[in-house]
């Protein structure tokens, strides 16, 4: 019994390890959306355009992910917690959409209807896990994309200056109070279920810098 306690408390919190997730899978760690976009030179407003796209396809929709996850939650912090950040989201969703709508249409891409297809595979998985029963998942899924946002952010700055959007102060909370509410969680179950969220949330955007990468290279390619 001992040994089991002792095992329990040597186990990384949610927090932790969400922590250690972004660090790994974040958008911060993808080449292509931390730095490649920025140096592209001619090809750079393409990009910018492309990738204030499909982010919008994934994210300029409501309710998303985290209306669902307010929806769910129970305890007081939390939903306080997640109130701010549906009003802090509504701000960067309507930021988003003024961006893409001064970048254009989508840019002229070979594979556009694997790419449709891809996306709303992407788009789909983020719903479920936004209205998933298990206790913790969506907000999982919420911590995620609001600590995962502060490196997304840069990237639409960019669009937004490049396309002569005004530039607004990044609206969302901190990450701090983020991993605070991920702290306090006391129930093991429940903080399985958060770290699969953020997992899997991670896991979506992940695809989705990739997929931007690729669409990147195969314009390259057209244009050459």
Request: charged content about 20%; glycine content about 8%.
């Amino acid at each position: 019994m001992a040994y089991l306690v002792q095992q329990e408390a040597a186990r990384p919190g949610a927090a932790e390890t969400i922590g250690a997730l972004l660090a790994a899978d974040g958008a911060k760690g993808h080449p292509y959306i931390a730095c490649s976009i920025f140096a592209r030179g001619r090809e750079a407003g393409r990009d910018l355009a492309d990738a204030v796209h499909l982010v919008s396809s994934l994210h300029g929709r409501q309710p998303g992910v985290i209306d669902h996850a307010r929806d769910k939650a129970a305890d007081p912090a939390v939903r306080a917690w997640l109130d701010a950040a549906m009003t802090g989201f509504a701000a960067e969703r309507a930021y988003l959409m003024r961006t893409v709508v001064a970048a254009g249409p989508l840019p002229s891409t070979p594979g556009q209807a694997e790419c449709e297809a891809a996306v709303t595979g992407q788009r789909h998985a983020l719903d479920m896990l936004g209205r998933s029963d298990r206790n913790g998942c969506a907000l999982g899924a919420a911590l995620a994309l609001v600590l995962d946002w502060r490196a997304i952010r840069p990237m639409i700055d960019a669009a937004a200056q490049r396309f002569g959007v005004t530039l607004i102060p990044p609206a969302l909370p901190s990450a701090r109070q983020g991993l605070a509410i991920a702290a306090a969680t006391d129930s093991p179950a429940i903080e399985r279920a958060m770290v699969f969220g953020a997992q899997q949330l991670l896991a979506q955007h992940r695809g989705l810098w990739s997929l931007l990468e690729a669409r990147a290279e195969a314009r390259v390619e057209m244009f050459a």
